[in-house]
């Protein structure tokens, strides 16, 4: 039987997450961190998934603070988890493009050795001059070329980790790109794992290439079964062009679970939590996403806007731009005009990612379908709640999963590497 991989993502970088639960504890002390690491590893997990921005995002000239104000940086907090965990992978969020190769391949392979093997990099970019503002170079990178820095980033510091000898002998690099020119002589030993894991996230067309030719794992998202077996054909096909076999490469959409004793109380309780996370406040915001206008004088259980939205609007700051602003409130008032819905209730509507809604049986069922149909390799868990939001998975999913021979058992290697069933990477010095 195929076997699924598992990973927790530490909730809390989008509106998504409930912070009105009185179960909800902060997203900055270690405690929570830790606890919601100790779940993922007490339940096998693969690896623990922090997300990272540069920058607080703004709404109309103010911080969002209904999203994370305030996270620590990823590599510092995997760092003290690696000493609190044994077998759990470490996954951090670094942006590629307001970073550099041996600084960053440094704290990477640094993070290997501490943990033992177990670290990974989810290579993200950015062509936000908002965000680049906090860097000296700034926002300069053209949306067409994040990519190819990118690229040449994660070639680079692959260099750097081959510099070493599996032996443990140091011998000088030299790099000279489009991007990079530094030579030198990197600092760390070739890491327990050869390489720390390499994950992309992203589901345009350039960052399908991308994963294709440089990473280990791909954090996408689909929301329907036969989406994700369209998407899971495109990416594998897509290796043998690099020389890459079709398991060298692991999907893993991040997804959502709400669970009940029976179906039933499963989808009551998604309707629950989608109330939670689109509050009066949550819906009028999400409302001026979409328009760019200020909205603030609209009342949330009343229809929507008659004007159209401003595709030069720069009312947000920090966030993805919707790409077609026009395309979606036209589709939003569609549905509205269909079902007879308010703001709030189109916005609830509209922007639901609960993917398995059920009973920890049905649940357990249809991750087992997506896996063993080719639609995914495994899931990034993403709970609403902070840090608690896991602990029903892990006790009541994961035993139904190890029982059906979907997943393991116990931690069979030491290394992420050899969680994810990937194998060392060849020395190329």
Same mark, same amino acid.
């Given at each position: 039987?195929?076997?699924?991989?598992?990973?927790?993502?530490?909730?809390?970088? /989008?509106?998504?997450?409930?912070?009105?639960?009185?179960?909800?504890?902060?997203?900055?002390?270690?405690?929570?961190?830790?606890?919601?690491?100790?779940?993922?590893?007490?339940?096998?997990?693969?690896?623990?998934?922090?997300?990272?921005?540069?920058?607080?995002?703004?709404? /109309? =000239?103010?911080?969002?603070?209904?999203?994370?104000? =305030?996270?620590?940086?990823?590599?510092?907090?995997?760092?003290?988890?690696? !000493?609190?965990?044994?077998?759990?992978?470490?996954?951090?969020?670094?942006?590629?493009?307001? /970073?550099?190769?041996?600084?960053?391949?440094?704290?990477?392979?640094?993070?290997?050795?501490?943990?033992?093997?177990?670290?990974?990099? /989810?290579?993200?970019?950015?062509?936000?001059?908002?965000?680049?503002?906090?860097?000296? *170079?700034?926002?300069?990178?053209?949306?067409?070329?994040?990519?190819?820095?990118?690229?040449?980033?994660?070639?680079?510091? *692959?260099?750097?980790?081959?510099?070493?000898?599996?032996?443990?002998?140091?011998?000088?690099?030299?790099?000279?790109?489009?991007?990079?020119?530094?030579?030198?002589?990197?600092?760390?030993?070739?890491?327990?794992?050869?390489?720390?894991?390499?994950?992309?996230?992203?589901?345009?067309?350039?960052?399908?290439?991308?994963?294709?030719?440089?990473?280990?794992?791909?954090?996408?998202?689909?929301?329907?079964?036969?989406?994700?077996?369209?998407?899971? !054909?495109?990416?594998?096909?897509?290796?043998?062009?690099?020389?890459?076999?079709?398991?060298?490469?692991?999907?893993?959409?991040?997804?959502?679970?709400?669970?009940?004793?029976?179906?039933?109380?499963?989808?009551?309780?998604?309707?629950?939590?989608?109330?939670?996370?689109?509050?009066?406040?949550?819906?009028?915001?999400?409302?001026?996403?979409?328009? =760019?206008?200020?909205?603030?004088?609209?009342?949330?259980?009343?229809?929507?806007?008659?004007?159209?939205?401003?595709?030069?609007?720069?009312?947000?700051?920090?966030?993805?731009?919707?790409?077609?602003?026009?395309?979606?409130?036209?589709?939003?008032?569609?549905?509205?005009?269909?079902?007879?819905?308010?703001?709030?209730?189109?916005?609830?509507?509209?922007?639901? *990612?609960?993917?398995?809604?059920?009973?920890?049986?049905?649940?357990?069922?249809?991750?087992?379908?997506?896996?063993?149909?080719?639609?995914?390799?495994?899931?990034?868990?993403?709970?609403?709640?902070?840090?608690?939001?896991?602990?029903?998975?892990?006790?009541?999913?994961?035993?139904?999963?190890?029982?059906?021979?979907?997943?393991?058992?116990?931690?069979?290697?030491?290394?992420?590497?050899?969680?994810?069933?990937?194998?060392?990477?060849?020395?190329?010095?």
């Amino acid at each position: 039987m195929k076997q699924m991989h598992l990973a927790a993502h530490f909730p809390g970088v /989008n509106s998504t997450t409930v912070w009105t639960d009185p179960r909800s504890r902060s997203q900055i002390d270690f405690s929570s961190f830790e606890h919601l690491a100790r779940t993922a590893e007490r339940g096998k997990f693969d690896f623990f998934f922090l997300a990272e921005g540069l920058r607080l995002r703004e709404h /109309n =000239g103010r911080v969002h603070d209904l999203d994370v104000v =305030g996270r620590p940086e990823s590599l510092t907090v995997l760092g003290a988890l690696a !000493a609190v965990t044994e077998h759990l992978g470490l996954a951090a969020t670094v942006n590629a493009t307001f /970073n550099e190769p041996y600084e960053l391949a440094r704290r990477l392979a640094t993070l290997d050795h501490l943990s033992a093997g177990r670290a990974a990099w /989810n290579v993200v970019t950015s062509s936000d001059a908002f965000t680049g503002e906090n860097f000296r *170079r700034g926002g300069y990178l053209d949306r067409a070329d994040r990519y190819t820095r990118a690229a040449e980033f994660v070639a680079t510091a *692959r260099e750097l980790w081959d510099s070493w000898t599996p032996d443990g002998t140091s011998r000088p690099f030299a790099h000279s790109g489009q991007h990079f020119e530094i030579s030198g002589e990197f600092t760390v030993p070739r890491s327990p794992q050869g390489h720390p894991v390499v994950i992309q996230a992203g589901d345009s067309d350039e960052g399908r290439e991308f994963a294709a030719s440089a990473a280990d794992v791909i954090f996408t998202r689909h929301g329907t079964l036969e989406a994700g077996r369209i998407f899971y !054909a495109d990416v594998k096909a897509r290796l043998a062009k690099y020389g890459r076999q079709p398991g060298d490469l692991k999907i893993m959409p991040g997804v959502t679970v709400v669970l009940g004793d029976t179906d039933a109380e499963a989808q009551q309780n998604a309707a629950e939590i989608r109330r939670q996370q689109v509050s009066p406040q949550n819906a009028i915001l999400a409302l001026e996403q979409v328009w =760019g206008r200020d909205l603030s004088s609209y009342d949330p259980d009343g229809p929507l806007p008659e004007t159209d939205p401003d595709p030069a609007s720069e009312l947000v700051q920090g966030r993805v731009r919707i790409a077609d602003p026009l395309a979606v409130a036209a589709k939003w008032r569609a549905l509205s005009e269909a079902k007879g819905l308010s703001i709030r209730q189109t916005v609830i509507e509209s922007t639901a *990612r609960q993917s398995f809604i059920g009973s920890p049986e049905t649940v357990a069922a249809e991750l087992e379908t997506f896996v063993s149909t080719d639609a995914a390799d495994g899931f990034i868990l993403v709970p609403h709640l902070t840090p608690g939001g896991l602990d029903g998975f892990v006790d009541r999913v994961v035993p139904l999963l190890q029982e059906r021979g979907a997943f393991r058992s116990e931690y069979t290697g030491s290394t992420l590497r050899s969680h994810l069933g990937l194998a060392e990477p060849v020395w190329k010095g």
